[in-house]
């Protein structure tokens, strides 16, 4: 079953504008990790973040998790048009499982 | 980077036949494959959870008469939808995770997926 949602569902900005999405969750985590699709596409593994750390960076993107409000954000700064998928987060709660959220389509307008 | 391979990425077939998908770990060993099915513009649904060399753990709701696992390797897992109707009709996602320990903490690896469109 899904554990997590995010906001907001669909996000449309313009090239070079910083991209935001958030991600709540509902059980104890032992890290979030953020997954980007392409149309019929599999996902791409972007970041983990682990329940012990704040705020994570790689590259463009920025992550941050607050566990007392069980949320996570994603931030994509000087969005490029070849960011436009589908971005997920997914709650890591132990040894297997990972559960998704609701996802959000990002599209960047060149 | 790791690299999961998912075969076939679209099928087409009659109601009534089953069909076979694989899941290869091409440059590393997987002890834990994960089956997902996603619905358009929808998230990704854990199936299955599947071991190398033990029975698949299924999630509530899942027949697992209807969807068989097979992990019979540390580089594939195959999902067979037996006697597949319409209503099966979806995006089936694989995906594999390392070993050892600390595991839990490590990202899952993706296959591009499978498009099945049962007529």
């Known amino acids: 079953s899904q554990q997590g949602e995010e906001d907001p569902q669909a996000l449309s900005i313009q090239e070079g504008e910083n991209a935001t999405m958030n991600c709540s969750y509902k059980?104890?985590?032992?890290?979030l990790q953020w997954y980007r699709q392409n149309s019929g596409r599999g996902l791409v593994h972007l970041i983990l973040?682990?329940?012990?750390?704040r705020e994570k960076h790689s590259g463009r993107l920025r992550v941050t998790l607050d566990t007392s409000k069980k949320s996570s954000s994603l931030l994509i700064t000087a969005s490029r048009a070849a960011d436009t998928a589908s971005y997920f987060c997914?709650?890591?709660?132990?040894?297997?499982?990972?559960?998704f959220g609701t996802g959000t389509r990002l599209t960047v307008i060149p | 980077g790791a690299v999961v391979s998912q075969h076939p990425s679209w099928v087409i077939c009659k109601s009534g036949t089953s069909v076979k998908i694989e899941c290869r770990s091409l440059?590393?060993?997987?002890?834990?494959m994960f089956w997902y099915r996603q619905f358009p513009k929808q998230s990704l649904m854990l199936m299955a959870t599947?071991?190398?060399?033990?029975?698949?753990?299924?999630e509530q709701g899942v027949e697992k008469d209807k969807f068989l696992i097979n992990h019979a390797s540390l580089t594939l897992s195959t999902l067979t939808v037996t006697s597949a109707h319409p209503e099966d009709s979806s995006f089936y996602i694989c995906?594999?995770?390392?070993?050892?320990?600390?595991?839990?903490?490590?990202?899952?690896?993706f296959g591009d997926g499978t498009r099945l469109s049962i007529l």
């Open positions: 997914a709650a890591g709660t132990g040894a297997n499982n990972l559960f």
């Open positions: 440059d590393f060993q997987a002890t834990t």
């Open positions: 599947s071991n190398e060399g033990s029975k698949a753990t299924y």
């Open positions: 973040i682990r329940s012990n750390e």
């Open positions: 059980t104890s985590i032992n890290n």
């Open positions: 995906s594999a995770r390392g070993s050892g320990t600390g595991s839990g903490n490590q990202p899952q690896h």
